[in-house]
Each structure stands twice: as C-alpha cells, then as structure tokens.
C-alpha cells in the first residue's frame, strides 16, 4: 500500500463524508418513522390498539428502536392510573382532596426526550438530549356541563 492511501486511511473523516454519515443516519431516521405511521395507520384501519398506546396507558416508557426518542407518561402520585381513569371515565379517579387537583400532584405529563444516540452521532452533539414536558389533558372524558355548571354561567 503505497502511503498516500495509508495517510487516506487514517486521516480524520472530512466534512463530506461527515455529513454523508448524518445523512445516513437521518435517511434511517425518516425509514422507521415512515414505517411506524404505516404500521399505526393499518392498526387504526383493523381497530387495533397501538403498543405505544398501552404502554402509555400504563406508564410504561416506550423508546424507538433506534434510541432517539422516549416517551414517558410517569403516574400522578394522587391520582390511580391512567388507563383506569379511561375506562371509568372519570380523570380525577383515586383523588381524595380536591385542593391538589390540577396541581403537579394530579396532573399528567407526558415527558419526550429527543436526540441521537452517541453511538449513530459520530461525533458533534453524540449524546445531545431535549426533553419536552406537555401536559396531557382529559377533557375529553367530562361534558360542558360537567365542567361548568348552570349556575356558573
């Protein structure tokens, strides 16, 4: 091997080949989702439930194959969980005073934390994580009037 090739080898990758691997890894990225949705659009068309879903029902975090994002849906140390909030209808199940509701105590969160993994990085930001906190409401599960009353108005 003569030693230009050597010296080729070796060198340090440069910015192209750099980002052909961020390509790659965003290519890879934008697969699994595509592949994702289709499979969670097919559930949706046979009625079936999504993994992800009962995994949130019951606080379980769910991470992507790859690593980059995790989802988590940490129980409310006031209320009961949350899939038996849904199937009884009531958001506020296992609350006993009613003082804490809408507090940090009785109010679900959904946690996401975002990023590439160190491993699929390859250098600059390997390992960089965000995390987003949103709340997850419920109103879905009371009426108008619940919410309101007559009186209220």
Same mark, same amino acid.
């Given at each position: ?21 961020a390509d790659a890894v965003v290519e890879a990225l934008a697969r699994e989702a ?20 009962? %995994?949130?029902?019951?606080?379980? $975090?769910? =991470? ?5 994002? !995790?989802? #988590? ?18 958001? %506020?199940?296992?609350?006993?005073? $009613?003082? =804490? ?5 009785? !109010?679900? #969160? ?14 600059e930001g390997a390992g960089r994580r965000r995390t987003l906190r949103m709340w ?18």
């Open positions: 091997m003569s030693r230009a090739l050597t010296a080729a080898a070796v060198a340090p990758l440069t910015t192209a080949e750099s980002d052909c691997k595509t592949q994702l949705e289709q499979a969670a659009q097919l559930a949706a068309e046979r009625n079936e439930s999504s993994p992800l879903y009962h %995994a949130l029902l019951n606080h379980r $975090p769910v =991470v992507t194959p790859c690593g980059c994002v !995790r989802v #988590d849906l940490p129980r409310p140390s006031a209320l009961s969980n949350l899939h038996g909030r849904l199937r009884t209808r009531n958001p %506020a199940d296992g609350l006993f005073d $009613p003082d =804490v509701l809408g507090s940090a105590d009785a !109010r679900d #969160d959904i946690v996401a934390e975002v990023g590439v993994p160190a491993a699929a990085a390859g250098g997850a409401f419920l109103a879905h599960l009371v009426s108008p009037e619940e919410l309101f009353t007559p009186e209220s108005s």
